[in-house]
């Protein structure tokens, strides 16, 4: 299991621009959704931003072999 894991995790992008437009996507659709007062609309918005912000950042964060170096100057 963990094989197929790390094996999706490649899939995911390593560039911020992906996950920015994902959350952006997810403003539009829960604002068409308030201005339709459609519920799930609105639902599927929110999971949007909140794919797009935490959850597949946080994937690919968990998932990298070794962290980024932080330096002191």
Do not use: C, K
């Amino acid at each position: 299991m963990p094989d197929l894991a790390l094996s999706l995790a490649t899939l995911l992008p390593h560039s911020a621009g992906p996950y920015i437009a994902l959350v952006l996507i997810g403003f539009a659709v829960a604002i068409v959704g308030h201005l339709t007062t459609l519920r799930w609309l609105i639902v599927a918005g929110i999971v949007l931003i909140f794919l797009g912000a935490f959850l597949f950042p946080l994937a690919l964060n968990l998932t990298e072999g070794t962290p980024p170096q932080l330096r002191n100057r």
